[in-house]
């Protein structure tokens, strides 16, 4: 026996996952925000953490949910009586757009609101003060009620760039109640009008093109997919309402559909100076639907609630994004992500403050444009991922020095940073000035869940931090045996208790979201006590002895690339379109640059030859049906996929073949021999293409690990 088998049959006698036993990441030490920090720290009194102590739940929320205006006050704080369908704040009334926009109107009506930064430089940032931003979401929500004919509780899909009409047209929903759906603008038509029918949108808002990387792209294209597609899968869209980039001029190669589509700026002065009362909701309805990719089957729509969400992205912008209305805010993720909604939008904007919206690639036109836009803006909250943070060190390593800005805050999320990373980040971006907040949470969640008090906790590099205010993260084994605390040894991270943020059920499929999220850890499925429902995250995850933990990534088979998470099911069912291929298998291979790409393994059907011809095809649909971020970085075409004997395709295999590492045990295989012919063919392939990355320990482990949840 090798000792490769001689371990993971160890293994499954302790009943351990493979990621358990090979975590072996070096204990980083401390860092202490500097003095200047703390002493204007909305968070700076350590009681604080009293007063969000276990026993003081659910009543700790209330000081999340007194930083909003209540039309009618809620009477009960947590409602558990249907689990894990739970209902916050209950019996209030309040608009979130009235939290977002009117009540700064009376106290800061000429503070910017948000700051718009188009990319090509030489176009005008645009200042929206308070006063403004009131203005146009009341034009545009008279704009969607009166011509759009939408009311509260209908759906909106809304596919829409990263420009100021996208938290207008957002913020003007909410208004009504109407509930939002904007899927990312990199997605494609087909994605969209995936996530069109789900939700049963009947009008889709777009824009006629953006700028990414100094072209003008047209977006107005995907809309027409967009629509063929909801229309294929049994849905009609009745309205396209396009925005143009540039009013007047169309940017678009498609023409717009008769009695479909309008230029919004054609009708928007039929709505001027109209008033719009805000539509006073229970806390409980919904606010929006965000789309977040997963292993199997369709994308799931994340229902998140007015009051509970709104509650819990204000909480947690003040205290961990360390928020003052007379900051300038930039977060550079884009709205089309949960980030953007609780940390562009809704967070920042219930506080007052400056949002930064900028439109394009970060490192555009020079690796200098996001210091240059911080200094000219004097932006001093920074918050970003670390892709982004990787790819700035790589092209301009010492850019922040030439500019002139000070940052107190800056934030990392989406992924684990890599110490060295966030050393850079720390020393060059940062100045050292600057205290950081490593964020760790999800699409599903609302807002924050692991991090660290940024005024009263020190830093880790690699490492979230504790579970924030309110929140109380358990590591469960495979068995539900509670992994000793701070031990360091690596489990399934839970939350125990419900929070204000949690998403409320997943649109049209509440047995689902039982099932993806609670079913694993609840012992009885009849109990009303929230103690029996932790919240099971899908992420690996370790805590050290001083209490942070350390996020490994997804436990089901999810690419992260560049942030985006692609769900292998998703880009298999995109290749097996291709009229070719007969089986198609994703993994993912590590990039220094987007953390993860991906790669796709297929076998063509009977009678067919491979060809280069046919490797484009598959990339080109992956493009296409799914967007150009999940373009595979190389399609290998294989005589067979190697399967275990009850036919399963063995993705670890294959996944350690991409990434040069050890593929494990292949002798349980139905076809053993065909994996030293794929491994001598991808690495020659690989080795004059000089993609011979050599991983980390831990990304070994990862791809190890890759796969293993079937
Ligand atoms: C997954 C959620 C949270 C908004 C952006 C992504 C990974 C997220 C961290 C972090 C390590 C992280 C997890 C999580 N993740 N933040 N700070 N450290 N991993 O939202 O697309 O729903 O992805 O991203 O694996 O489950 P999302």
Not at 484 to 493: H, L, T
Not at 644 to 670: E, H, P, Q, W, Y
């Amino acid at each position: 026996m090798s000792a490769e088998s001689t371990q993971s049959a160890e293994a499954e006698e302790l009943q351990v996952s493979e990621a358990q036993i090979a975590v072996h990441w070096k204990e980083e030490s401390h860092y202490y925000p500097p003095p200047q920090f703390i002493g204007q720290a909305n968070a700076s009194d350590p009681s604080i953490r009293d007063r969000f102590s276990e026993d003081k739940f659910p009543e700790c929320f209330k000081e999340y949910a007194d930083l909003l205006t209540w039309d009618q006050y809620w009477h009960t704080t947590l409602d558990t009586s249907n689990p894990p369908f739970w209902r916050w704040f209950v019996g209030g009334k309040l608009n979130a757009s009235f939290n977002c926009v009117d009540r700064h109107v009376r106290t800061r009506p000429n503070q910017a609101a948000l700051i718009f930064v188009p990319e090509p430089e030489d176009e005008e940032t645009q200042a929206i003060t308070y006063r403004e931003l009131y203005r146009r979401v009341n034009e545009t929500a008279a704009m969607l009620r009166d011509y759009a004919g939408l009311k509260a509780g209908d759906r909106v899909t809304l596919h829409m760039p990263m420009v100021p009409e996208l938290p207008v047209v957002m913020l003007a929903c909410a208004r009504l109640g109407v509930i939002h759906s904007q899927v990312f603008a990199g997605f494609s038509g087909a994605a969209c009008g995936g996530r069109i029918s789900d939700s049963q949108s009947s009008v889709l808002i777009t824009m006629d093109g953006y700028y990414r990387s100094g072209t003008l792209l047209d977006h107005k294209v995907k809309a027409d997919e967009a629509v063929a597609r909801a229309k294929e899968e049994g849905h009609e869209v009745d309205k396209v309402l396009v925005y143009r980039r540039h009013p007047g001029q169309y940017a678009s190669q498609t023409p717009m559909v008769e009695g479909r589509d309008v230029f919004v700026d054609e009708i928007m002065p039929q709505f001027r100076d109209k008033l719009v009362d805000p539509v006073s909701l229970p806390a409980e309805a919904p606010l929006f639907i965000m789309y977040s990719s997963g292993t199997t089957g369709r994308p799931k729509g994340c229902q998140h609630s007015i009051g509970g969400y709104l509650a819990y992205v204000t909480g947690t912008s003040k205290y961990y994004q360390d928020i003052h209305p007379e900051d300038t805010y930039w977060c550079a993720a884009d709205i089309g992500w949960i980030t953007g909604h609780s940390y562009i939008v809704y967070g920042p904007l219930s506080l007052g403050t400056t949002s930064v919206v900028y439109e394009g690639v970060p490192t555009y036109p020079d690796p200098g444009r996001p210091w240059r836009i911080a200094e000219r803006l004097g932006v001093n909250i920074f918050h970003t991922a670390p892709t982004t943070i990787r790819m700035l060190r790589k092209v301009g390593p010492t850019e922040p020095k030439k500019y002139d800005y000070h940052f107190k805050h800056m934030t990392t999320v989406g992924e684990p940073i890599e110490p060295d990373v966030w050393r850079w980040y720390y020393e060059v971006v940062g100045k050292g000035e600057a205290v950081i907040v490593d964020t760790w949470w999800q699409t599903e969640n609302g807002g924050f869940l692991c991090s660290t008090l940024p005024g009263l906790e020190p830093m880790k590099p690699g490492s979230a931090g504790p579970g924030v205010l309110g929140i109380y993260p358990v590591i469960y084994d495979e068995n539900g045996e509670e992994v000793p605390k701070g031990s360091g040894r690596a489990g399934n991270i839970c939350i125990r208790n419900p929070w204000p943020g949690i998403f409320q059920t997943i649109w049209g499929d509440p047995d689902r979201f039982v099932q993806t999220y609670y079913e694993k850890y609840n012992k009885d499925p009849k109990s009303t006590d929230w103690h029996d429902w932790p919240y099971f995250a899908n992420d690996g995850a370790t805590q050290a002895p001083d209490g942070y933990y350390r996020i490994l990534g997804r436990v089901d088979d999810v690419i992260n690339v560049a942030g985006h998470r692609l769900g292998t099911k998703e880009l298999e069912s995109a290749a097996i379109l291709v009229d070719e291929v007969a089986e198609a298998a994703a993994v993912p291979v590590v990039d220094e640059l987007r953390g993860r790409a991906v790669e796709m393994y297929i076998s063509l059907k009977p009678g067919v030859a491979a060809t280069p011809e046919v490797e484009e095809k598959v990339a080109k649909i992956i493009e296409t049906e799914i967007g150009k971020v999940a373009r595979p970085k190389n399609v290998w075409i294989v005589p067979d996929m190697p399967k275990t004997r009850s036919g399963k395709i063995m993705r670890r295999v294959i996944a350690g073949i991409s990434n040069f590492t050890d593929v494990g045990d292949i002798t349980t295989l139905a076809n053993p021999e065909v994996v030293e012919e794929i491994r001598v063919h991808v690495h020659e392939v690989k080795q004059a293409k000089g993609e011979v990355a050599k991983l980390s320990e831990k990304e070994a482990e990862e791809i190890k690990a890759f796969g293993q949840a079937e």
